[in-house]
Nanobody, 128 residues
């Protein structure tokens, strides 16, 4: 069984920063892409950022472009999200996701159905 575990959530004032991390454990697997999604109360889960292992290509939602940075860890299947200039509208539960393909696929890397494994989520709260 694969487990993704997020850490680093918390509460911060607007304009502050937080760094989220995600690590996989359990059954070994190879992912091609990993991503962060978030879900605010009463809203659908939405894409935040993605990164591929092959060349480190990244993608960001327009709402976080220029403020958030996704990066790969040194260990396989680890990923971080540096969140700067946080806004109250960034308040949400943040989820780490990974696909189980291990090889290139021609996708957007922005859709939840492209990912096979999910973490339990970590709460991020930004106060004004």
């Amino acid at each position: 069984q694969v487990q993704l575990v997020e850490s680093g959530g918390g509460s911060v004032q607007a304009g502050g920063s937080l760094r989220l991390s995600c690590a996989a454990s359990g059954r070994p697997f190879r992912s091609y892409a990993m991503a962060w999604f978030r879900q605010a109360p009463g809203k659908e889960r939405e894409f935040v950022a993605s990164i591929t292992w092959a060349d480190g290509s990244t993608g960001y939602a327009d709402s976080v472009q220029g403020r958030f940075i996704i990066s790969r860890g040194n260990a396989r299947n680890t990923v971080s999200l540096q969140m700067n200039s946080l806004k109250p509208e960034d308040t949400a539960v943040y989820y780490c996701a990974a696909d189980g393909r291990g090889a290139f696929y021609d996708g957007s890397y922005r859709l939840s159905q492209e990912y096979d494994y999910w973490g339990q989520g970590t709460q991020v709260t930004v106060s004004s």
